[in-house]
């Protein structure tokens, strides 16, 4: 008997519950998120900001609002029309940036074409705001719009830090 009771317990040791293999659930973001168009305009902190940013844009929100640029922050809208548009850049220049660096220069190019520069002596929130001629434009296809910044303040690590931005795109 105890040969059986042993042979027995193997058996039921030897047995064991698998439960049935699913595949992981499909990772989603934001529903719509990556269907929903493109706007003309853009704030920092919009849910959806990154998929503007085409390079030199911190993907940190700072703050809640506000992320750094590097030297060449460039944007990616797609605009429905292109008819008495202006582009604006809403940010602002760090104190202790401006005093390593001294006056800044924010130059802003719409599809490779420079729509203006302007210089900054002074510290906190600025606006660049320019009228496009609208033949610089294709609605329903990317517009790139670059941010050029010149000087940017270098850290000992070598990241190169150029103003803080706010908000970006086209208006009325």
């Known amino acids: 008997m105890r040969p059986r009771l042993a042979a027995a317990a193997l058996l039921i040791a030897a047995c064991r519950f698998e439960p049935e293999a699913y595949p992981p659930p499909i990772q989603r973001g934001e529903p719509g998120l990556a269907t929903r168009p493109f706007r003309h305009f853009i704030a920092m902190n919009d849910p959806d900001a990154a998929r503007y940013f085409v390079r030199d844009v911190s993907p940190a929100l700072e703050n809640g609002v506000w992320r750094w640029s590097g030297e060449r922050p460039t944007f990616r809208?797609?605009?429905?029309?292109?008819?008495?548009?202006?582009?604006?850049?809403?940010?602002?220049?760090?104190?202790?940036?401006?005093?390593?660096?001294?006056?800044q220069t924010v130059s802003i190019f719409v599809n490779g074409r420079l729509l203006g520069r302007a210089r900054y002596a002074e510290h906190g929130e600025q606006r660049f705001e320019r009228a496009v001629d609208p033949s610089w434009l294709k609605a329903g296809e990317d517009t790139i719009v670059t941010a050029q910044i010149e000087p940017v303040w270098v850290s000992p690590d070598g990241t190169r830090l150029g103003v803080i931005l706010i908000r970006a795109g086209f208006v009325d």
């Open 77 to 103: 809208f797609v605009l429905r029309r292109i008819e008495g548009l202006r582009f604006t850049l809403d940010f602002s220049i760090a104190g202790a940036v401006l005093a390593e660096t001294g006056p």
